[in-house]
């Protein structure tokens, strides 16, 4: 067997019942834009690119279409909330896609994702010199459908989302397709604690 990897989710307690019956939870489209309620429209696409490039990297199942974020560690977990439980994960590590949530917010505000402070002085020297004050106006302001070549550049700058450049348990999430009955260890309620990272957790 080959790594295992800790890690913790918060999902809607109606979960339980799909992993009963299912022996797995999976997440659907409808439930993310369910979610954002009214201002869905904004962050589906960015979703939706999110969901195409992970797949690249690890081929999802058909049946899913939304992927499953993860926290690393128990001390970045969301707690359980009355209509919520935490699911204890350990999963293997070749199913896990690691990427960085602070550059998430890049994505999901659909604006140039630097590759370092000296390309973010750049790409901002750039806008100024085009007289776009900012990027996110490439797909929603003014200039929409004007500039496709500035929109196939920023798409591109997304991928560094999957790139680490530090790791910490506040930045690195885990992305999983799929919660397999096998790999939850516990389940938290609302009011219990989350077993700490290195605890052993009899299955």
Known sequence: MGKMIRLYTRQNDKTLRQLERDGRIINHRAYVEMHFGDIAP????????????????LPKPEDVHAPIWCSISKDNCLK??????????????????????VKWDYVL?????????????????????????????????????MYPEEVAKIRESWKRAFRI??????????????????????I????EEIPDDTDLIEG
Do not use: Q
């Open 42 to 57: 904004l962050f589906m696409e960015s979703y939706d690119w999110f969901t195409k490039e992970a797949a690249k990297m």
């Open 80 to 101: 359980p909330i009355p209509g919520t439980v935490v699911y204890v994960l350990e999963v293997p590590e070749d199913k896990v896609i690691y990427f960085d949530d």
């Open 109 to 145: 505000n659909r604006i140039y994702l630097p590759n370092n402070d000296k390309d973010a002085a750049a790409y901002k020297k750039h806008l100024k010199e085009i007289g776009v004050s900012n990027s996110f106006e490439f797909f929603e302001g003014r200039y929409k459908g």
């Open 165 to 186: 450049d530090k790791w910490t348990i506040f930045n690195v999430c885990g992305n999983i397709w799929e919660i397999r009955k096998e790999w939850v260890r516990k």
């Open 188 to 191: 938290v309620h609302p009011g």
